[in-house]
């Protein structure tokens, strides 16, 4: 008896707790796993929000779940207490959403990478194989050997998409380069093997290849990593990784969450927001390939003539991608 | 011919890399075992060494000193172990995997802490790590037919930590089977009460062997982080400590067997890349999901079809009691 109480107090207390620290007309912005500053995904939508918070003098809160069970709290806490509008970042919002969503019609949610049909979201995802359409195109102009590689993490498809763009751009420059391709593994644990990434990357690199793009989170940094030692390029994917190492990262495709943030967070604020799908390719400014000082030097003016050419040409249409 | 010949040398190269850790692992689980100390946290010792020892490089620099970090967070997480297995005799499977999960949990968590980047350390510097050595004449000599290419391409070009690994194996089987105590340590695993009567301490010598255990896999740990990749990465040991404990199985418990049965899945896991994406004779292209199957096919069919009787160490998980 004595031990119930002391639990309802505790559970009282926490509640009480967590309600004192949310303010309620602010916009919330959900991370995905792997915390804030991933250098990655996450760090992105940080540092859109963080734009919004600047440019705006509005603020806003943000939250960082330790694990998949508290998505969906997460959501629920933040829409019970009346926010404005609630970001969530990362594919792993797809099911939580759909639950909690239609729960609170009057609160607004944006899904990055998530799609999902409901009258109060607005979901984001990118067209992936536009991205990796351009940096393929680079990797064939880079490449003296005529071979290149792609190494992928977990074979799903969003992966593969990565790797069709990345092909199909490699042969609109030579149509007759060679394109090894490599798969980590057929689980999760295939994004977090630096090891087996590098080995993959060492083993392409001996059978001729001098250019590879990986879509492979973490285990990506393996590829740089061997590409580095057998001095050869690496392109990095996701977020801006040329400056992991300058002169070996050729070029990476990035994925711009930062945008999608911003504009969904300043569109609440000034009542715009509209549920909705959209997907971003290179004509909304959702994904591209980076350039930087750290990687000036390795693109030429003649490439990079050729990849906005390419780029123009995807967003009037007139190339089409996924045959 | 050449063509297969070459390719046959890299993925010997690539073998022996990444066979590297396994053998270390493989034989701090033959020394636990051999002490009858079951250990199946062989994969958090080694993953915990492989955190110390990259963020120890990351802040110092210096490779040595991460080595020893490894080797320190290893033996601190084998003596938990020992004093639950040993001390308390408590239930070692549980302790093993209470390890293994701790270890799972605490370094990304600990990265994170400390560094900001998702649960990873930074990348190091070369200086930071044990990169690869040329051997003396590599170069020289891989004109040389037959031999010359293997030297170069198969026997030189590893990091400093894989050679150790290597010279280890003999070391290791030496330690076991020609010294005095090395046949206190069989014996203890096989009759402890037999030791005991004779007036040697079985907890001592347990605790000896966890020790030496927790030096290997600490060695294997900062292999993995500092050598083969420039940084950790959460969950990086891929289930090697597995691996492992099935090649000890696999080779009875006695070290060149085990380091073979190490690199026979080592082969196996560099076949798999290389064969991925590349036709085979009569069947074309294989799917990539097939050939991923390959070492867990071999460490099946081997374990399964190959090993015959298991001739455990028979006091092997078992913890000792003296009062009967």
């Not at chain 1, 705006?56 to 069970?69: C, S």
């Not at chain 1, 050729?306 to 007139?318: D, F, N, Q, T, Y």
């Not at chain 2, 080779?251 to 896991?269: E, I, M």
């Amino acid at each position: 008896m004595k031990k119930s109480i002391l639990i309802a107090a505790a559970l009282s207390l926490m509640t009480w707790g967590s309600g004192a620290a949310l303010a309620t007309s602010e916009p919330v912005l959900i991370y995905d796993l792997g915390g804030k500053f991933d250098k990655s995904f996450n760090e992105a939508a940080y540092s859109g929000a963080e734009r919004y918070r600047i440019e705006t003098g509005n603020t806003y809160k943000d939250f960082e779940p330790t694990n998949e069970a508290q998505m969906e709290q997460a959501l629920k806490r933040f829409a019970r207490k009346g926010a404005p509008l609630v970001l969530a970042i990362g594919i792993a919002y797809q099911t939580p959403l759909e639950k909690v969503a239609p729960e609170f019609p009057d609160v607004h949610f944006t899904a990055v990478d998530a799609n999902i049909n409901l009258p109060n979201v607005q979901s984001v995802s990118f067209r992936e194989d536009e991205g990796s359409y351009l940096v393929g195109m680079i990797a064939a102009m880079k490449s003296e050997s005529g071979s290149i590689g792609f190494i992928g993490g977990m074979d799903i498809p969003l992966i593969r998409k990565f790797g069709a763009g990345y092909t199909q751009g490699a042969r609109s420059v030579n149509p007759d380069i060679k394109i090894m391709e490599n798969f980590v593994g057929a689980t999760p644990t295939a994004w977090n093997d630096p090891i087996r990434g590098g080995e993959l990357a060492r083993s392409q690199f001996a059978r001729g290849v001098d250019v590879i793009y990986s879509a492979a989170g973490p285990t990506g940094l393996g590829v740089i990593q061997a590409a580095k030692e057998a001095q050869q390029y690496a392109i990095g994917v996701d977020s801006n990784q040329n400056h992991i190492a300058p002169g070996t990262v050729l070029t990476s495709m990035v994925k711009r969450v930062d945008v999608v943030v911003y504009e969904s967070m300043l569109a609440a604020s000034d009542g715009t927001w509209a549920p909705g799908n959209a997907v971003r390719g290179l004509a909304e400014d959702g994904v591209d390939y980076a350039v930087d000082e750290h990687n000036a030097a390795l693109i030429t003016d003649e490439m990079t003539a050729r990849v906005e050419e390419a780029k123009r040409m995807i967003i009037a249409g007139e190339i089409t991608l996924g045959e | 011919m050449s063509d297969l010949f070459f390719t046959l040398l890299l993925l010997c190269d690539s073998a022996l890399r990444l066979a590297a850790p396994l053998v270390l692992a493989a034989l701090a689980g033959l020394y636990a075992e051999r002490s009858g100390v079951v250990d199946i946290g062989l994969e958090g010792k080694m993953l915990g060494a492989a955190f110390a020892a990259a963020a120890t490089a990351a802040v110092t620099g210096s490779p040595w000193l991460a080595l020893l970090a490894g080797i320190m967070t290893s033996i601190g997480l084998a003596l938990v172990h020992g004093f639950v297995a040993i001390s308390q005799r408590g239930e070692q499977i549980v302790s093993g995997m209470a390890i293994n999960i701790a270890v799972a949990g605490l370094a990304p968590t600990l990265a994170n802490a400390w560094f900001h980047l998702n649960g990873q350390t930074p990348i190091l510097e070369d200086g930071a790590r044990f990169t690869s050595i040329n051997l003396p004449f590599a170069n020289a000599l891989s004109d040389v037919p037959v031999l010359g290419p293997i030297y170069a391409e198969v026997i030189s070009g590893h990091n400093l930590l894989t050679y150790l690994a290597v010279a280890l194996v003999p070391l290791g089987a030496w330690g076991l089977f020609k010294t005095r105590f090395g046949l206190r340590l069989r014996a203890v695993g096989e009759n402890p009460g037999a030791v005991d009567a004779a007036g040697i301490s079985v907890h001592r010598l347990r605790y000896i062997a966890m020790t030496i255990a927790g030096i290997l896999c600490g060695i294997a740990g900062t292999a993995l982080s500092i050598g083969l990749s420039a940084g950790f990465v959460r969950d990086m040991t891929a289930g090697k400590g597995y691996l492992a404990l099935a090649a000890v199985i696999f080779g009875r418990w006695y070290p060149v067997p085990t380091f073979l049965a190490c690199l026979l899945f080592a082969f196996a896991d560099a076949l798999q890349g290389q064969l991925q994406g590349t036709p085979l004779p009569f069947v074309g292209e294989v799917p990539v999901q097939f050939i991923m199957m390959l070492p867990y096919i071999v460490t099946v069919v081997v374990l399964a079809g190959f090993v015959g009787k298991i001739d455990a160490p028979k006091a092997s998980g078992i913890p000792f009691t003296r009062d009967r």
